[in-house]
């Protein structure tokens, strides 16, 4: 069983940055492509950014492209979300996740979610 722990989420103003961390247990880790995904009130979970077993490939929804970047760290079985420039439409929780494969695509359905991070930007 692969357990995701989201941290970093908070509370701050329009164009302010912030840092999301997700800690996985298990020695599988480095194995399996990683993402982060978010959720707004009333809306369905979105792609934000996912990258392969080893980093070296990433990808973006078109809406965060250029302000966020994700980035992973095999030796220490985290991943993170560097968010910049933050608007009030990037308000949602987030949540990191598992890919069942070493790469990903957009649509590929995750198999292990953690439980979220809540990320609220205010103008």
């Known amino acids: 069983q692969v357990q995701l722990v989201e941290s970093g989420g908070g509370s701050v103003q329009t164009g302010e940055s912030l840092k999301l961390s997700c800690s996985s247990s298990?020695?599988?880790?480095?194995?399996?492509?990683m993402g982060w995904f978010r959720q707004s009130p009333g809306a369905e979970r979105q792609f934000v950014a996912g990258t392969t077993w080893s980093g070296t490939a990433s990808g973006y929804a078109d809406s965060v492209r250029g302000r966020f970047t994700i980035s992973r760290d095999n030796t220490k079985n985290q991943l993170y979300l560097q968010m910049s420039d933050l608007n009030p439409e990037d308000t949602a929780t987030y949540y990191c996740?598992?890919?069942?494969?070493?790469?990903?695509?957009?649509?590929?359905?995750?198999?292990?979610w953690g439980q979220g991070t809540q990320v609220t930007v205010s103008s």
């Open positions: 298990g020695s599988s880790f480095r194995a399996y492509a």
């Open positions: 996740v598992r890919y069942p494969k070493q790469g990903y695509t957009k649509t590929m359905p995750p198999d292990y």
